[in-house]
């Protein structure tokens, strides 16, 4: 089974902390995703990553930025919580080759900024 | 930014009924539609998707409904069982393998015992 695993399932954070939202795949995917999840707002993009070393703004990147330094690791980090970033965000991936392979989810990060 | 527009928001059905959710799209070069499942506490699942070749496809009690002139697909969940209560978000995207995923803003589906 594919296993997309986000270490900290519940943070709480302090308003200018810089946090580190850390996810990690097993299935050798090409592709990882964070996204974030709010009421009504659906799930957003923030940034995809192709492939290592590489990254792409989603639709929501600001305050966020992104690290790819292993294939099976990609990691999110508000360089300054704001209270605002209180959310739940998930990370994802799938293998590269076509948008209809299937995108796994990882089972999300609670995070609170106080 | 693409939309897809997903309707309603919320729905209550009783057990053994039919639960429908539709969602709409404008980007005519959209061509993979999947629909996801989040259960409390997990992330989403890919529960079943179509490609704009076919106007149905069904999985067990999962079918998606597509029209394609009219840019809209549904999803409908026959016999529905309290087990299927669950967060349901439809998406879409080309299939190029560098596009990603557009998604509805979700339906909080409780089916009632």
């Known amino acids: 089974d594919v296993k997309v695993t986000q270490s900290s399932r519940y943070l709480v954070k302090r308003t200018g902390e810089k946090v580190f939202l850390e996810c990690v795949q097993d299935?050798?995917?090409?592709?990882m995703f964070w996204y974030r999840q709010d009421p009504g707002l659906g799930l957003r993009l923030i940034y995809f990553?192709?492939?290592?070393?590489?990254?792409e703004k989603g639709d929501i990147p600001e305050g966020y930025s992104v690290s790819r330094e292993k294939k099976e690791r990609f990691s999110l980090i508000l360089e300054s919580a704001s209270t605002n970033q209180t959310s739940m965000y998930l990370c994802?991936?799938?293998?590269?080759?076509?948008?209809?392979?299937?995108?796994?989810f990882g089972e999300g990060s609670w995070l609170t900024v106080v | 930014q693409q939309q897809v527009k997903q309707s309603p928001q919320s729905l209550i059905v009783q057990k053994g009924g039919i639960s429908i959710i539709n969602c709409a799209y404008e980007?005519?070069?959209?061509?993979?539609f999947p629909w996801y499942q989040q259960f409390p506490g997990k992330g989403p699942a890919l529960l079943i998707a179509?490609?704009?070749?076919?106007s149905e496809k069904k999985e067990g009690r999962f079918t998606i409904s597509f029209n394609k002139s009219a840019k809209q697909f549904s999803l409908h969940i026959m016999d529905s069982q309290p087990g299927d209560s669950a967060t349901y978000f439809c998406?879409?995207?080309?299939?190029?393998?560098?596009?990603?995923?557009?998604f509805g803003k979700g339906t909080m589906l409780l089916v009632s015992p």
């Open positions: 994802a991936s799938r293998t590269q080759g076509s948008t209809g392979n299937t995108i796994y």
């Open positions: 179509i490609r704009p070749d076919v």
């Open positions: 980007n005519t070069a959209f061509d993979y």
């Open positions: 998406a879409a995207s080309t299939v190029s393998g560098y596009s990603t995923l557009t």
């Open positions: 990553s192709y492939d290592v070393k590489m990254k």
């Open positions: 299935m050798d995917h090409e592709n």
